[in-house]
């Protein structure tokens, strides 16, 4: 198609946002563009804004590729189409709505509560911004049939997002999801949403809920011994302007811990997230504000929730004094080595116990796990895969625990996402835990690592805008499919691993197995000397993602600074082999 083609077209689709059909701010917007920016509304009705596998993501705006109220009206829609074929037996479909802090949240938030009454169901609608895993919790606690939460994440504040969850609390999977994307396609035309539901259908939830699942979260605490005596533990924690304001210092102090810290500038729920450049917990620029009130306070630990509160980063003392910032490996690490001691002292191991992990997260969790003959899943990336094993399992076998790379953890299964609140309660406790015993969680790592091996990860995310950008990340990753590397930093590649085509290669014998998990479009390379790489397109941001893990043994403590050094450069090496 060429340039004078996909304007044409892209003019066709923007006329009809010029129609009664749209508020009067919508059709100015699009008029403004259609006569001064070309370039811009090209970007904003080249495509439909995807439905993907989770739901929406995008930056808000006017346009057919852009998060408002009427993509949301539409996605909403083909959602409840979905339902009611999917529900027929059911008197009154029942769905749960939270939102995070972010502008337009709320206006999204209420726009699909409307559509869900519209469509005559009954919807239990957060009365104000609420942690994305409390509305896990709910959709199971009110017995719902689907969810959604309003929010973007962590992604920067020119984003919002669209989740979608089914009715065992967990974000939708195979078959659910391709078959909700068939009817969002489906609605072609804005006179097919029904805006106006009434509100009787509606009802507004609010801290009754949020006191019933603190306590529950209180009921995985394995240690309150531990923590009476080190209730004073200096915790300073920071929503990021988001929606952990509220629950993560109240489950904290339902725990036992009295000496939390607040951010002051930061406890403030702002969209525009004015400290920072962008909410994400896992740059070091996001918990700045926090380390300064560390180093202030000498705190023992700094907790940092991202906007909808699923994911946390974690700050601790090294063995000089200076605040580090842990990777979300090494705190998941931290978080499962404690909960399957603990479950292993209080004599809870009884053979039908598991963690999950996703394929991109540390194999040290595999060894721990190991160790405490506890059985270790391995699933796609994605906490959604995690729920799946969960709800695959339920009645039969028992889930202590789980955690991505990306900094998603959960404990027990009455919520079925990745948890923060959840996190910053299970993480002190493990503070506490180590402190009792005159250590520092940073101590307890590098216990970790001299008893198993020293595992060092790192993630390259490179951006690739627009619709250039989405062609480039799909070249790269046919070119890594068609011309795999031999070698990788002059070690051998020893299996590669396709989910796409869901086969295990062994280059050197051509033999192949098949992978038992759904198609994702991802590439892993193992090599000789125990390193992995792996490779994927984001699912919710225009970015593909170059995850490099690798190992060495440590003899003792006093070698950390020495081979942590070794396997820097040994990621550099490969960095440069692979990527250039």
Not at 365 to 388: C, E, P, Q, R, S
Not at 461 to 472: I, N
Request: charged residues 25%; glycine residues 6%.
């Amino acid at each position: 198609m060429t340039q004078n083609e996909l304007l044409a077209q892209v003019k066709e689709k923007a006329n009809l946002w010029l129609s009664e059909s749209f508020d009067k701010q919508t059709r100015k917007e699009v008029k403004e563009l259609m006569d001064n920016n070309e370039t811009e509304l090209i970007e904003r009705f080249y495509r439909d804004l995807e439905f993907g596998t989770g739901g929406l993501r995008g930056i808000m705006g006017a346009g057919t590729n852009r998060m408002n109220k009427y993509t949301v009206g539409m996605a909403t829609q083909g959602l409840s189409n979905y339902l009611k074929k999917n529900f027929t037996s059911i008197p009154q479909i029942k769905v749960a709505i939270a939102h995070d802090s972010r502008n337009n949240s709320r206006l999204f938030a209420e726009t699909a509560a409307k559509i869900f009454s519209a469509n005559g169901f009954k919807v239990y609608l957060f009365d104000d911004l609420r942690p994305t895993p409390e509305l896990s919790f709910a959709i199971r606690y009110f017995g719902c049939q689907s969810g959604i939460v309003i929010t973007a994440s962590h992604n920067p504040k020119e984003y919002n997002g669209y989740k979608v969850y089914w009715e065992d609390g967990g974000q939708i999977i195979l078959p659910h999801d391709k078959n909700i994307i068939n009817e969002v396609q489906k609605i072609k035309n804005i006179s097919e949403v029904k805006f106006n539901g009434p509100a009787e259908n509606i009802e507004s939830v609010g801290k009754e809920i949020d006191e019933i699942y603190t306590d529950k979260i209180k009921t995985l605490s394995l240690s309150p011994d531990v923590i009476k005596r080190n209730s004073d533990l200096k915790i300073v924690y920071t929503p990021i302007h988001g929606t952990g304001v509220k629950l993560a210092p109240l489950v904290l102090k339902k725990f036992g811990f009295n000496n939390v810290i607040h951010v002051p500038e930061q406890d403030v729920a702002d969209g525009n997230f004015p400290t920072v450049h962008s909410p994400n917990p896992e740059e070091s620029a996001a918990l700045s504000l926090a380390i300064k009130k560390a180093e202030d306070t000498n705190a023992d630990i700094v907790m940092g929730t991202d906007p909808d509160a699923d994911r946390v980063g974690i700050v601790v003392k090294d063995h000089s004094g200076k605040y580090i910032i842990l990777n979300g490996n090494q705190a998941a690490v931290l978080l499962i080595y404690y909960l399957l001691s603990k479950w292993s002292e209080n004599g809870k191991i009884q053979g039908k116990e598991y963690i999950v992990k996703t394929i991109v997260t540390t194999e040290l969790l595999t060894d721990i796990a190991d160790k405490y003959k506890v059985k270790h899943y391995h699933v796609l990336t994605g906490f959604k895969y995690i729920a799946d094993i969960i709800q695959k399992n339920e009645g039969k076998k028992t889930f202590i625990g789980g955690g991505e790379e990306s900094y998603g953890y959960l404990a027990g299964d009455f919520v079925r996402d990745k948890d923060a609140i959840m996190s910053c309660a299970l993480l002190a406790e493990t503070a506490a835990w180590a402190k009792d015993q005159n250590k520092s969680l940073f101590d307890v790592l590098l216990d970790i690592y001299v008893e198993f091996a020293f595992y060092k990860e790192r993630l390259i995310s490179v951006v690739k805008k627009g619709k250039e950008g989405s062609e480039e990340i799909q070249k790269m990753m046919e070119n890594f499919r068609n011309n795999p590397p031999e070698s990788i930093n002059h070690s051998k590649v020893t299996q590669i691993l396709d989910y796409l085509s869901q086969t295990a290669l062994d280059p050197k014998s051509g033999k192949t197995e098949k992978i038992s998990l759904p198609k994702s479009n991802v590439l892993q390379f193992i090599t000789e000397d125990g390193s992995k790489i792996s490779i994927r397109p984001s699912g919710t941001e225009p970015k593909i993602k170059f995850y490099f893990s690798v190992k060495d043994t440590l003899k003792n403590k006093s070698e950390y600074e020495k081979t942590d050094k070794l396997l820097d450069k040994k990621i550099d090496a490969i960095i440069k082999d692979l990527i250039g």
